[in-house]
């Protein structure tokens, strides 16, 4: 399975053939810019659990970011919604 991201902020608005037509704009409550940037904390947020999870037998690298072994693996382990 593959996914296409793409970046939103990068594709051009569209235009009206005349421009004293308005445009619909969509009302669903929060703008697309807000909506794609949710996804990608979401992303972030499992790559940083993955590498968390990868430095859990590190106790170098723990005690550097103040935290135990179980702390890590229980954090590592929370869904990345949350």
């Given amino acids: 399975m593959s996914i296409l991201l793409t970046d939103t902020l990068s594709i051009p608005p569209v235009q009206a053939a005349d421009p004293a037509t308005p445009l619909q704009q969509s009302s669903s ?22 590498a968390l999870h990868e430095i859990a037998d590190d106790p170098h690298l723990l005690n550097d970011l103040g935290l135990t072994r179980d702390q890590a693996l229980r954090e590592a382990a929370k869904p990345f919604w949350r």
């Fill in 29 to 50: 409550g929060t703008p697309a810019t807000t909506r794609s940037l949710g996804w990608w904390s979401w992303i972030d947020r499992r790559l940083q659990r993955i």
